[in-house]
């Protein structure tokens, strides 16, 4: 079983990145899907996330009205756009499909792990 997350990189403050995250259908396609992200001497933390079909989403406060989480069933991958990045937002963000179909902000809650892309946001 295996994630793909890609698209992190160096982006000045106030900029926009687009993560993506791909898997096997096996586990995407009636699963939920999440994004996480850890800075350094921090524990990971909840981002975003989506359930099997994209009809309910969810997002952490800190980025609420910034950051959108979205999926494409066909090509079975899921996107994180992130807009007006700024310097708090540095971080290794992972992707993680749940073990079941339901939205959730929990870390217990997801069986596979992506592993991880690198933010970082210059200010």
């Known amino acids: 079983v295996q994630l793909q997350a890609s698209g992190g990189g160096l982006v000045q403050a106030g900029g926009s990145l687009r993560l993506s995250c791909a898997a096997s259908?096996?586990?995407?396609?009636?699963?939920?899907v999440g994004w996480f992200r850890q800075s350094p001497g921090k524990e990971r933390e909840f981002v975003a996330a989506?359930?099997?079909?994209?009809?309910?989403?969810a997002y952490a406060d800190s980025v609420k009205g910034r950051f959108t989480i979205s999926r494409d069933r066909l090509k079975v991958t899921v996107y994180l756009q992130m807009n007006s990045l700024e310097p708090e937002d540095t971080a290794v963000y992972y992707c993680?499909?749940?073990?079941?179909?339901?939205?959730?902000?929990?870390?217990?809650?997801?069986?596979?792990w992506g592993q991880g892309t690198l933010v970082t946001v210059s200010s």
């Open positions: 989506i359930d099997w079909n994209g009809g309910n989403k």
């Open positions: 993680a499909a749940a073990r079941s179909s339901r939205l959730t902000t929990t870390t217990r809650d997801y069986a596979y």
């Open positions: 259908a096996r586990i995407f396609s009636n699963n939920g």
